[in-house]
């Protein structure tokens, strides 16, 4: 296992703990000033949660097109200066960036969907020695077994794990295990959105640390939607449970 390999590995490791309480830490390691602190600083304090942004922030470079990057609009705040962002187009060919960045990149981000145009483009082929992958950002599931999709951009992706030439792989929604790719959690959301506010999360986490007060076995607070026909056969057969409490209207974020 090459060092950027082990070095991945340790920072993912510990994002799989999700939460660590730290009750001996001072008053100023628990104030959580914002969520670009929370994404550039150290990954050893006492809480440390998982975002998609958090993830990203991991990586040397994030490949994603100009419209995304206009979307993403708190992405600046949180990624670190050294890390390069590459702008590619609809047909994935390299707009915008260092491409000498791209050329020696260690560990690159690419957003969930955006992986087609990644392998087929340009940045692809540019990427010169071995690296790390991490797809993250994004609902499309990944699914690489043979004969679940014979899309050109998947055979390049398992000729380039079976290759070496992408010597680790860490991917959102991964459907199935796959021998070369390993599983990351979705974690909580960005810090554009309202459900994404750290501190807010952090703040609450602190304060329920206290597992003895918990009397529930099951807390049920979902949306039901006609866009999600199958969330309502769900929300009814949980609201039968003795053991679940059910909300039956969606609560303020706190």
């Not at 050329?103 to 340009?122: I, K, N, Q």
Request: proline share 4%; aromatic share 10%; net charge negative.
């Amino acid at each position: 296992m090459s060092f950027k390999v082990k070095r991945l590995n340790c920072k993912l490791l510990f994002l799989a703990t999700l939460y660590v309480p730290c009750s001996s830490s001072s008053s100023s390691d628990n104030t959580l000033s914002s969520h670009a602190s929370l994404a550039c600083s150290g990954w050893g304090g006492g809480s440390e949660i998982i975002t998609g942004e958090r993830l990203q922030a991991i990586a040397d470079i994030s490949v994603v097109t100009a419209s995304w990057l206009a979307y993403h609009r708190s992405l600046p705040d949180v990624i670190k200066e050294e890390h390069a962002i590459i702008l590619i187009d609809e047909e994935g060919n390299i707009v915008s960036g260092n491409r000498t960045r791209l050329v020696l990149a260690g560990t690159v981000f690419v957003y969930s969907h955006l992986l087609p145009r990644f392998f087929l483009g340009e940045a692809f082929s540019a990427i010169y020695a071995p690296f790390v992958l991490l797809s993250h950002n994004g609902d499309e599931e990944l699914d690489l077994r043979e004969g679940r999709g014979e899309e050109e951009w998947k055979k390049r992706a398992r000729s380039a794990l079976s290759s070496g030439r992408i010597i680790g792989w860490w991917a959102q929604n991964l459907v199935c295990p796959h021998p070369a790719v390993n599983w990351l959690p979705i974690g909580l959301a960005n810090s554009m959105w309202r459900h994404g506010d750290l501190t807010t999360m952090s703040e609450v986490m602190r304060s329920s640390q206290d597992a003895s007060s918990k009397n529930e076995w099951l807390h049920v607070a979902f949306k039901v939607s006609e866009h999600a026909p199958g969330r309502q056969q769900v929300f009814e057969i949980l609201s039968q449970l003795d053991f679940a409490t059910v909300e039956g209207e969606k609560l303020p974020f706190r």
